[in-house]
């Protein structure tokens, strides 16, 4: 019993982290694409969002280890813990959907923000190619265009290129989070079913015994109607033979006389 106890209140614990850090992914996720979306705040979204998928998987790991537990066959407690049970997966299944949700908008702000920074990547690269023919058909002074401003572009462009890459590792990242998410959906939909069947067969040995119990005061009932009436016959047998007995020496005492 203690062991149930501890798993709920540690399962109950982790239901409210996941939804108290689900809250702050949100908040993080409505701040992508604006001026705090900055490396270091994807990094830090990227580690809420691990921490936070950790906590879930443990939660159904508690919850597994429940299911080992002892559990009453029947009673008022068997109905209690499955109720708290049921209660605490509901709960948990309604705050990975929430979490689930920011990942996927996540995932859909940073796929846009990739494309931005790739087409901002393509056209930055297009206007160092016109300026580069410029410079070709310019002469004299014109024609010399200060290096510095060359390095910049160049530097600027490899920074975009760095950027781009950072971004689509991002999103792949928040992509597999997503996989890891779903399997487990999975874990818990197969704990539900699991716990279904064991409900079932408890259900069903609680039925059977029932079912034994009457068919053993059937059997009760017809054994003392049995030997109430073999009593019965016993006795008239006996007051027979009595009178049988009687009527002989009556007999017996009238040829003797």
């Not at 798993?7 to 996941?18: D, F, P, R, S, T």
């Not at 936070?52 to 790991?61: G, I, P």
């Not at 059937?218 to 007995?245: E, F, G, H, N």
Request: aromatic residues 4%; hydrophobic residues 35%; charged residues 30%.
């Amino acid at each position: 019993m203690a062991d149930f106890e501890r798993l709920c209140h540690e399962i109950g614990q982790n239901i409210q982290k996941i939804s108290n850090q689900t809250g702050s992914i949100h908040r993080m996720v409505n701040k992508l694409g604006t001026n705090d979306d900055t490396s270091s705040f994807r990094s830090k979204l990227l580690e809420m969002q691990r921490s936070t998928q950790e906590v879930a998987k443990q939660t159904t790991s508690l919850l597994r280890q429940m299911e080992s537990t002892d559990f009453p066959s029947s009673g008022p407690n068997a109905r209690q813990r499955r109720m708290q049970r049921e209660r605490l997966t509901n709960q948990f299944t309604e705050v990975l959907n929430e979490f689930q949700s920011m990942q996927r908008d996540a995932v859909r702000k940073e796929k846009l923000a990739v494309k931005t920074v790739r087409e901002r990547s393509l056209s930055s690269e297009d206007r160092s190619a016109d300026n580069n023919l410029v410079d070709l058909a310019e002469t004299g002074d014109a024609a010399y265009k200060s290096e510095y401003q060359q390095q910049q572009v160049v530097a600027d462009e490899e920074l975009q290129l760095r950027q781009l890459e950072e971004r689509e590792d991002q999103l792949r990242q928040l992509e597999s989070d997503i996989v890891d998410c779903n399997q487990i959906f999975k874990d818990i939909a197969t704990l539900v079913h699991e716990q279904g069947e064991v409900i079932d067969s408890i259900e069903s040995h609680v039925e059977t015994a029932s079912v034994k119990v009457q068919e053993g005061n059937t059997q009760l009932k017809k054994a003392r109607t049995y030997q109430l009436k073999s009593r019965k016959k016993i006795c008239i047998l006996i007051v027979v033979l009595i009178i049988i007995v009687g009527i002989l020496a009556i007999i017996i005492w009238q040829a003797s006389s």
